[in-house]
């Protein structure tokens, strides 16, 4: 991995370096397409986030050749819920296509192994590299791209190395925008969040813990405000496996409600009502939370134009069930390259169109399914209901389990499938949004 001074040509770039855009990377890479990354920072760096890896997320690492890797990271079986006095154990499910465990890693960790493996695979990976501006035919406004539906025609980007400020040309055939959830340059480009749809606000930080070899990640949902009222969202104490633990609260904001929730003093209502085996407290904390946005449920649009394609954050890939967003970081960028990989082998622009198309067939309908549920959770009365259902039923929350972490089975019709195939029937013919 390098840093940039001179311009360059590729095939693609890729503007980025989390698990979207090393995850397209590498996919790219390993066909033969010469692609450069630039990332703006240095790995290993770090980013807020809850570093849970779901089975979903473990499946893509292993599919990159990272399973070997991931052994040296703290591996759990399952999610313990707890609320309302109520504790359940629910190990992941049998899958046909995933593992039944996951890992907590750090995303300093995870993110450079990933970055390291697109790189080994073929891929120009700039580091210390910012894209400080699209190389497009037109300037575009947020209102143009949602107008047409299409981001313009971007072939490359101006770069800025941060260490001495030089600037320089990447013009590639394709760009891939992996930039995350402030996507700097995708707003540049037009693309603009669906502000009727939910949004999730989450915060986390570091505790030591004589907990932190345990083998369930625990989530809490009843966690409550300044006042005492139940929020829609969890709080999640993540085991390490290192001495500490990742402990972080996640709330949903819907229609308008929560939009304005103190997060930090939510964090420290929850350090002090978690229970004590844990042994959270200030004088544990390893350093400040610091928090940040998730955009879920493809609410970032548009996706697509004639040379370029958005791809995990930047596109709001993550699942409002869980707020899971690594998985779909890795699982849309593959999704990206597969469609590039056929453009550059010669179906030409059009096979950019595919990519919103497969997108709408893997998460369309679900992402519906999870932002009516969000709606539904986002009224407090509601949440409380159902929460303190589910936590009185092993069998509820575990079909509720494979729901949200969107692990249903395609080849058996057990409760889960059952369910959730009432509910997308409800989500078809509702209005839609
Ligand atoms: C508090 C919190 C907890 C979370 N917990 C979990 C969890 O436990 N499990 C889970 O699956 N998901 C979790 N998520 C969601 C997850 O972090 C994101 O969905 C995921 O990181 C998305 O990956 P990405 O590659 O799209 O974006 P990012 O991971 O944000 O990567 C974007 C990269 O682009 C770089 N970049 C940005 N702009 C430029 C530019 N102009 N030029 C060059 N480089 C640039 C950034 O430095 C960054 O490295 C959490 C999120 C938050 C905020």
Redesign the pocket.
Known sequence: MAGSTSDRTADVLV???????SSCAFWLADAGWDVVV????RFP?D????????PR?VRQLQDMGLGAALEGAHRYDGLRSCAYGRVLELPWPEHPSFPSHGYVITRHDL?QLVAERAAKAGATVLQG????EPVVDAPSTAGAAAATGRLPRCTGAVVRDSATGATSTVRARYVVL????NS??GRALGTSRNREWPLGL???GYYRSPRHDDTFIESHLDIRDGSGAVVPGYGWI?PLGDGRVNV?V?VLSAEGRWRGVNTSRLMDAFVAQAPSSWGLSPEASCGPPT????PMGLAVGPRVGPTILT????AGS?NPFN???????YETGRLAASVLGRALAGEGDGALDDYERRLQQSYGLYYRVARDFVRLISHPRLMQVCVATGMRSRPLMAMLLRIMANLLRPDEMGMAESAYAALAAVARVGPGT
């Open positions: 503007v980025g370096g989390g698990p979207a855009g630039v990332e703006k920072k760096r980013k807020t986030c809850g570093d849970g890896l779901t997320s993110d590299t910012e894209a400080v992996a930039d995350g959830a700097r340059l989450a915060l986390r993540f972080g996640g928090g940040g946005k998730l791809v995990g954050d930047a993550v707020g899971e967003g690594i998985a779909y970081g």
